[in-house]
């Protein structure tokens, strides 16, 4: 006979796997914006490089290291888009959650950077041939871009981790930062707009770290 603590938990189970499927989803991550931007400070910058330097594994012992759905396509092109795994009531993993196609974590990430110097004042330089000696250079590293579910007994949590470091080239020097953040809230279900509600806080604290980090 199954006992109510055991109803309960298998009744949160279906609950938690309703709103999220087991196959992989996409999901759109509009780029970071704010209308909080300093005035300018007369310095310009060139972001040339984001490289993803992630680290998969097939069967993490924890959900916050990258995998990916092993029966559904893997790829180059696929873990650049790679964002987070589904999980359900049980801590089991499911399906993956990817961008959308034409975004990537690098593109992501770039996007972010770019709106931390905007807000600081800078002028941002789309074209490398546009940058002169007195441009500041940007180059970052991902070491961790990834969204995760725990499951809890009447909520699960979903967080996002953010790790970067960056190399910023200007004529005083190279100033080497690293900036890392984590969100994380308790939600119902896993359904779309929950993950992508924390993966937009992380990406704004994300912003506002690397903000004070700039000179």
Do not use: H
């Not at 590293?141 to 699960?156: C, H, L, V």
Request: proline share 5%.
């Amino acid at each position: 006979m199954v006992s109510k603590t055991q109803l309960t938990t298998i009744l949160l189970g279906l609950l938690l796997l309703g709103g999220c499927a087991t196959s992989r989803s996409v999901l759109d991550i509009p780029p970071p914006a704010s209308s909080n931007i300093a005035q300018p400070n007369g310095k310009e910058v060139f972001i040339n490089t984001a490289s993803d330097k992630r680290v998969f594994e097939a069967n993490p012992s924890i959900p916050s290291i990258p995998s990916l759905d092993p029966s559904e396509e893997q790829n180059d092109k696929v873990r650049l888009r790679s964002i987070a795994r589904k999980r359900n009531g049980f801590g089991k993993a499911l399906g993956d959650i990817l961008l959308k196609e034409g975004q990537t974590v690098e593109s992501l990430t770039t996007a972010s950077i770019r709106q931390a110097f905007i807000e600081k004042g800078y002028r941002v330089v789309d074209s490398k041939d546009k940058a002169t000696e007195s441009t500041y250079v940007v180059d970052a590293d991902i070491a961790k871009f990834w969204s995760w579910m725990n499951p809890g007994f009447w909520a699960i949590t979903l967080s996002t981790e953010i790790s970067t470091g960056i190399s910023i080239k200007s004529p005083q020097g190279t100033d080497k930062q690293t900036v890392s953040v984590k969100a994380a809230d308790n939600y119902q279900t896993g359904v779309e707009g929950n993950w992508i509600e924390v993966m937009n806080k992380a990406l704004r604290a994300y912003i506002d770290d690397l903000k004070t980090k700039l000179k």
